[in-house]
């Protein structure tokens, strides 16, 4: 996580710690910040508020592009099918597998690198951490590495001089981004986790689960107010 700092990134930004922490992130290492937000018709839209004010806090440019139409046709995935429950538990539970979004950063990196093309900007950045290796198979670094060369290849003679494709949290764990957040003044009372999106964060879901782990972890307060009681006994 060293070198030199992008001039403009694209920021794939969910409103979630992990995204929300790699623009404050490099924020604080002077680069110009473009938020660039996804409604693939999740049933955790209510994300895309969280981003908004975090874009609003960077005073950050913030775009949200329209992919609605698309997550209709992503049947089967928890995220984006109505006749698919959320579960409950930890990301290395089997049940986790349901929460994948065929192709999603894929799809949302492609688009980030057209927008970056279009900007003049010099890097697009990802918040994927090493907690998703297991279930989602591309937020691995071999994903990575290997989408960064098709990038190249694709754009040949159009990308800014200096290009990055920027995951700087792979290796790392989720309490190792709550510990880097709270060094930033990443403000985690304006970021959303829970898949189910409900009024409050559910406190039972994978991304909550994780969530209150990684706080505990990282010996950090965690602000969440949790639906679930529970979870605060393990905080």
Not at 104 to 130: C, E, K, P, Q, W
Not at 163 to 187: C, H, N, S
Request: net charge negative.
């Amino acid at each position: 996580m060293t070198g030199q700092s992008p001039r403009h990134a694209i920021v794939i930004a969910s409103g979630g710690l992990d995204s929300t922490t790699l623009a404050y992130w490099l924020a604080d290492r002077g680069s110009k910040l473009t938020l660039l937000s996804f409604d693939y018709g999740q049933r955790h839209r209510k994300e895309l508020q969280y981003a908004e004010r975090i874009a609003s806090r960077l005073d950050a440019r913030h775009e949200i592009v329209d992919l609605s139409g698309l997550g209709r046709l992503l049947t089967g995935s928890a995220l984006t099918d109505p006749g698919v429950q959320v579960p409950d538990g930890h990301y290395t539970a089997a049940s986790m597998r349901s929460t994948v979004v065929p192709n999603r950063n894929t799809i949302m990196l492609s688009v980030a690198v057209a927008v970056a093309v279009s900007s003049g900007a010099d890097a697009v950045a990802f918040g994927a951490h090493s907690g998703d290796h297991a279930i989602y198979p591309d937020c691995r670094t071999s994903f990575f590495d290997q989408f960064a060369a098709a990038t190249k290849a694709a754009n040949e003679g159009f990308l800014a001089e200096g290009f990055e494709l920027l995951a700087p949290f792979t290796d790392l764990a989720k309490a190792d981004i709550v510990e880097i957040g709270r060094q930033v003044g990443v403000p985690f009372e304006d970021t959303w986790s829970c898949y189910k999106g409900g009024e409050k964060h559910c406190g039972t879901c994978g991304t909550c689960t994780e969530r209150i782990e990684a706080f505990s972890l990282a010996g950090v307060t965690d602000p969440t107010d949790y639906a679930t009681a529970s979870t605060a006994v393990t905080q």
